[in-house]
């Protein structure tokens, strides 16, 4: 008798074999449907970190006597998973001085200067108060208004303004030079 | 507590480099920082337009935000470092550099009053008694847990010097430094009385 037929008629063998390639196939089935869930929680935490997307709808610099002023109409759009807030609103200007070096100076979103004039008159969006809540999936609507003293830029040549969103995780949206109508106003009215 | 190893990233080279400090003051005023004498600093800025223009500004556009942080640069083992990164009104980052033997009481003023005055330099040999109305500006330094470090560095760097220039012994120099230091720290926690407690006989009736 052949011991190596007896050894492949052993049903034993088969059995052993099949469940073998049951178990490779469940593996690389269950390996499949981990990564899938992997991906889709990924996805999920993406959605839950806090971000915030601006648009310019409209933006002026005026100029006056004394300070220039600055106006963002911007959609603030929360596209995330978790309700926020806008903790801090900034315009971060870089001038120019001395030997081109580059001073950045940052200047806080001021809600008293309301100037009806520069903004077309356009009464239908508000300025935004701070804080600003903007809840998850919502979209808010407003400007954001800054004024920089003459004084405080001295000599100093514009080079570049970016706007700043800070929300209350610390985290910072940024919407990079803003193309702006400028104007001259001579008169005393800021 | 053991040092920590940290990378800074600085925006531009001449970051890199500590501000010289040309001369240095103590003032204290009442109705500022707690009538506090602080350190003031008279700095270099031949070649820190930047800082300049930032002392400059800060006299219209108000108080800000500033970052604060001890350390020590790679390599200078007598010197400890001040990292000041500036966030709002204007975004500097400026390192200031003193020798632990002969610049420390400038650290330990900083450390008492927990703040300093910065201003510019007018001249290489400029004096704040030369102008006492020079724009300067106040840099809070929290307490953020050198205080213990820098006593023990203070003691032992002074002694250390005491030693090599009067040639006292080990002990003679150790006491000499626990004296300088004890006599420097009363002058230096004076504080100016509180605008309250300057009121007239008629005030307090």
Known sequence: ?190 | MKAKKTEVHVRAPRERKPVRIVSDAAVSTRGTHGGRMLLLLILDTSDRPDIEEFIRAHQSMGPGDVQTQWGQIDGHDRTIALFLTFIRPVELFMILEFDIATQGFMIDQILTAHGLYICVAERDDDRLAMNPDRPKVIVEVGGIGFDAEWDKLFHKHLAKYLRDTYTLSRADARRGARTVIADWRKFGHFRMPDVRDCTGPADRE
Request: charged fraction near 20%.
């Open chain 1, 1 to 190: 008798m052949n011991p190596s037929s007896n050894f492949f008629a052993d049903p034993r063998l088969w059995i052993a074999l099949a469940s073998l390639v049951v178990s490779i196939c469940s593996a690389i089935y269950s390996g499949l449907k981990a990564s899938r869930a992997l991906a889709i929680s990924e996805s999920q935490e993406r959605r839950r970190q806090p971000q915030f997307g601006i648009h310019l709808a409209n933006a002026y610099r005026q100029c006056t006597l004394k300070r220039q002023l600055f106006g963002f109409l911007v959609s603030v759009a929360n596209p995330t998973d978790i309700n926020n807030s806008v903790a801090r609103a900034e315009l971060q200007i870089t001038c120019l001085v001395r030997d081109r070096t580059s001073v950045v100076c940052r200047i806080q979103h001021n809600p008293q200067l309301n100037n009806r004039k520069s903004r077309n008159a356009d009464p239908s969006h508000a300025i935004f108060a701070l804080p600003l809540r903007v809840d998850a999936h919502q979209t808010a609507s407003g400007w954001f208004l800054f004024a920089l003293d003459n004084d405080a830029i001295g000599a100093a040549t514009i080079d570049a303004h970016s706007l700043l969103l800070e929300d209350t995780h610390g985290v910072t949206s940024v919407l990079t030079a803003p193309t702006l109508r400028e104007s001259m106003d001579e008169s005393e009215e800021d």
